[in-house]
């Protein structure tokens, strides 16, 4: 880091339902701490930490938008990997107190062109190939950023963020029926979804829990099961007012990782095939 002017520090362990507890404090924590030591030792002039939106925790009744002043919420076992990225938010403002430039970034789930290990991409698998002839769906919602705009927000917080600031880089508050129908409009796919009530997602939940106790490898844990039920949205003012952020329309996300997963042969070792499926919206220009 010597000689250096901004260090973005993005390295994280992000599939968390499949890694230990340990293991994440590890990376997301200690790893953090080694960053911003050696940060604070090389003069560098600013530090971008790339939290996550999950360490503003869960929203509370009656509460419509989670914003940068809360903090996470819930029992660390509960959700480890929100836990660890407030751990080391508290970190990096112990490093300011000493004398760091540093501000911080959360942003929501990243949907977008070199999603390798399908995160957010999922949802173009399903509505491609889906592997249940309905989508069960609960009656919650969730926030998505274009990665291209998360990366803006991150230069941006680089050129203009405030030193100890924290800034939600979000965009599209959309509970889960829209967001299907969304990529189903998108790709000119017809998944068909039910809702299913909030309580059938508790023993859901459960099984889930028993199943990876007994070593069976899920796509998703207890937690992120039960927590698919709220409305987790983002007010991203802050982020737009003093950063620039600016938000694309969602359904060009989905059709841009679409023609990214294509083009780069990440469709077909899923076994889809490559071919646009009929009544796609055209390319926007």
Same mark, same amino acid.
């Given at each position: 880091m010597q000689g250096i002017d901004w260090v973005f520090h993005v390295a994280a362990v992000a599939d968390y339902w499949r890694t230990p507890a340990a293991t994440i404090h590890q990376v997301n924590v200690d790893g953090a701490r080694n =960053?911003? !030591? $050696?940060a604070l030792t090389a003069g560098v002039k600013k530090v971008i930490?790339?939290?996550?939106? $999950?360490? =503003?925790? +869960? %929203? /509370? %009744?009656g509460q419509p938008l989670l914003g940068e002043t809360d903090r996470f919420n819930l029992k660390p076992a509960e959700f480890y990997y929100g836990y660890s990225k407030q751990l080391a938010e508290d970190l990096l403002m112990q490093y300011v107190a000493s004398g760091l430039n540093a501000v911080s970034v959360l942003p929501s789930a990243v949907i977008g062109p070199r999603d390798l290990k399908f995160n957010v991409g999922e949802l173009i698998v399903q509505a491609l190939k889906p592997s249940l002839p309905v989508l069960p769906l609960p /009656?919650?919602?969730?926030n998505y950023i274009d990665v291209r705009d998360c990366v803006a927000g991150h230069i941006a917080a680089a050129e203009n963020g405030e030193n100890g600031g924290r800034y939600l880089l979000t965009g599209h508050n959309l509970t889960h /029926? &829209?967001? +299907?129908? !969304? =990529?189903? &409009?998108?790709?000119?796919t017809s998944v068909p979804i039910v809702e299913l009530p909030g309580w059938m997602f508790v023993p859901a939940a459960e099984a889930v829990d028993i199943l990876q106790k007994l070593g069976v490898s899920l796509p998703v844990d207890k937690g992120r099961v039960l927590h698919s039920r709220e409305f987790i949205y983002y007010d991203n003012s802050k982020a737009v007012r003093e950063l620039g952020l600016t938000i694309r329309p969602f359904a060009d996300s989905v059709r841009d990782a679409y023609e990214w997963y294509s083009e780069n042969d990440y469709l077909s070792r899923r076994g889809i095939s490559v071919q646009r499926p009929a009544g796609t919206l055209s390319q926007p220009d």
């Amino acid at each position: 880091m010597q000689g250096i002017d901004w260090v973005f520090h993005v390295a994280a362990v992000a599939d968390y339902w499949r890694t230990p507890a340990a293991t994440i404090h590890q990376v997301n924590v200690d790893g953090a701490r080694n =960053v911003f !030591e $050696a940060a604070l030792t090389a003069g560098v002039k600013k530090v971008i930490y790339t939290s996550s939106s $999950a360490a =503003v925790g +869960m %929203p /509370r %009744p009656g509460q419509p938008l989670l914003g940068e002043t809360d903090r996470f919420n819930l029992k660390p076992a509960e959700f480890y990997y929100g836990y660890s990225k407030q751990l080391a938010e508290d970190l990096l403002m112990q490093y300011v107190a000493s004398g760091l430039n540093a501000v911080s970034v959360l942003p929501s789930a990243v949907i977008g062109p070199r999603d390798l290990k399908f995160n957010v991409g999922e949802l173009i698998v399903q509505a491609l190939k889906p592997s249940l002839p309905v989508l069960p769906l609960p /009656r919650g919602g969730l926030n998505y950023i274009d990665v291209r705009d998360c990366v803006a927000g991150h230069i941006a917080a680089a050129e203009n963020g405030e030193n100890g600031g924290r800034y939600l880089l979000t965009g599209h508050n959309l509970t889960h /029926r &829209q967001t +299907m129908d !969304e =990529v189903n &409009q998108a790709l000119g796919t017809s998944v068909p979804i039910v809702e299913l009530p909030g309580w059938m997602f508790v023993p859901a939940a459960e099984a889930v829990d028993i199943l990876q106790k007994l070593g069976v490898s899920l796509p998703v844990d207890k937690g992120r099961v039960l927590h698919s039920r709220e409305f987790i949205y983002y007010d991203n003012s802050k982020a737009v007012r003093e950063l620039g952020l600016t938000i694309r329309p969602f359904a060009d996300s989905v059709r841009d990782a679409y023609e990214w997963y294509s083009e780069n042969d990440y469709l077909s070792r899923r076994g889809i095939s490559v071919q646009r499926p009929a009544g796609t919206l055209s390319q926007p220009d």
